[in-house]
């Protein structure tokens, strides 16, 4: 409520009240000075506490609407920390996400880096010359190493890289087959004898391999080679009776009919 709103019908009231005490002669005769006197200060009494009852509610008004305001300032600096809490919480929770994503990635690579380096021990399956067995990384790439040097033409490389294979790796699948390979660079290298000791050696360790019957009939060149035509006429004849089937065999069979 507002003060000029209330005071304004209490001064018309007034001014009414005297205008019509005071309208006439004939009027203001009807009251005695003493009542007159009496009248208006009932009336300017009553005015009075209406004014202060009208100014009673403005303040009370005026004190509402102060707390009021308050009340919402205060509520507003409230939500003004929820919203920087929230903000900050948010934050944080955005920094674990990328924290958490960081530790997974990490454990993904450390855990592939431990399997590359296992696999690199880890034994593998391989198929040569017929046979399947099972070798270490290192065994099979020492191998292929060493045959990719022999397929070059560096027949005393390959000589020192398969001999150097079959004493560090004395039971390995590839042994057959390195005996064979090693045997033919030594008799590239006209070192006959030992060519023969290591093919003989791949015929006692695996006499069905799929490279024995070429290891008999390269034992018989060897011996061909020294000129021990005797003892190449038995290898020969041996590697027709043990493996009649073989590519080897017919050749073997050539071999007999010129030595005779």
């Given amino acids: 409520m507002r003060t000029g709103v209330i005071a304004k019908p209490v001064k018309s009231l007034l001014a009414l009240v005297l205008a019509g005490l005071f309208a006439s002669a004939s009027n203001a005769a009807i009251f005695e000075d003493g009542e007159a006197r009496r009248a208006i200060l009932e009336l300017r009494q009553r005015v009075d506490s209406m004014q202060a009852a009208q100014q009673k509610v403005a303040d009370e008004h005026r004190q509402d609407t102060e707390q009021l305001r308050r009340i919402l300032l205060d509520l507003q600096n409230?939500?003004?920390?929820?919203?920087?809490?929230?903000?900050?919480?948010?934050?944080?929770?955005?920094?674990?996400?990328?924290?958490?994503?960081?530790?997974?990635?990490?454990?993904?690579?450390?855990?592939?880096?431990?399997?590359?380096?296992?696999?690199?021990?880890?034994?593998?399956?391989?198929?040569?010359?017929?046979?399947?067995?099972?070798?270490?990384?290192?065994?099979?790439?020492?191998?292929?190493?060493?045959?990719?040097?022999?397929?070059?033409?560096?027949?005393a490389e390959a000589n020192t890289a398969f001999a150097s294979f079959v004493r560090q790796y004395p039971r390995s699948g590839y042994g057959p087959s390195a005996r064979f390979w090693l045997g033919n660079a030594q008799y590239a290298q006209r070192d006959y004898k030992e060519a023969i000791g290591n093919f003989k050696q791949l015929l006692s360790d695996a006499p069905s391999h799929a490279r024995a019957p070429e290891a008999a009939l390269s034992i018989a060149n060897c011996q061909l080679e020294l000129k021990d035509n005797r003892a190449a006429r038995k290898t020969l004849e041996d590697l027709v009776r043990v493996y009649p089937q073989s590519e080897a065999a017919t050749a073997a069979k050539e071999r007999l009919a010129r030595l005779k």
Avoid: M, Y
């Fill in 78 to 155: 409230q939500i003004e920390v929820l919203r920087v809490e929230q903000a900050k919480l948010r934050g944080q929770n955005e920094q674990l996400i990328r924290d958490v994503a960081d530790l997974q990635r990490r454990q993904k690579d450390i855990a592939q880096g431990v399997d590359e380096r296992l696999s690199k021990f880890e034994p593998v399956k391989v198929t040569l010359d017929g046979q399947e067995f099972q070798a270490d990384p290192a065994e099979k790439r020492d191998f292929e190493a060493a045959l990719a040097v022999f397929r070059s033409g560096k027949f």
